[in-house]
């Protein structure tokens, strides 16, 4: 776990409150902060994101959520890079485990 160092300048009376909470929950001082850090960023993060949802429910919907595959042709723009294409197995690998064939270590289609 990577560690920082960073001088904290805290009240006096602060300081000696979380000192004593501390001892209370027998945990360093450096624990209790960290924790209490933790918690309040992660009730920031959650508002943040609850605000975020807001936005996002203002904003129109995309037409491409709005159509169907398969109902519309393709679209300039709509492409698929060759890399992203699914490569095939040739016709005839294909046919021969669609017939259950058995494979050149014996194995039949489907692993058995």
Do not use: H
Request: charged share 35%.
């Amino acid at each position: 776990m990577e560690k920082s160092n960073f001088a904290l300048r805290l009240l006096p009376s602060l300081y000696k409150t979380a000192q004593r909470v501390a001892d209370r929950e027998d945990c360093s001082l450096n624990q209790l902060i960290n924790v209490a850090l933790a918690e309040k960023l992660a009730v920031m993060e959650e508002d943040y994101w609850r605000e975020r949802r807001k936005t996002a429910a203002k904003r129109p919907k995309s037409d491409a959520l709005n159509r169907l595959a398969g109902n519309e042709p393709p679209r300039n723009g709509d492409n698929v890079r060759p890399s992203a294409r699914k490569k095939q197995a040739p016709a005839k690998v294909r046919r021969v485990k669609a017939e259950g064939a058995v494979g050149p270590r014996g194995i039949t289609a489907g692993g058995r």
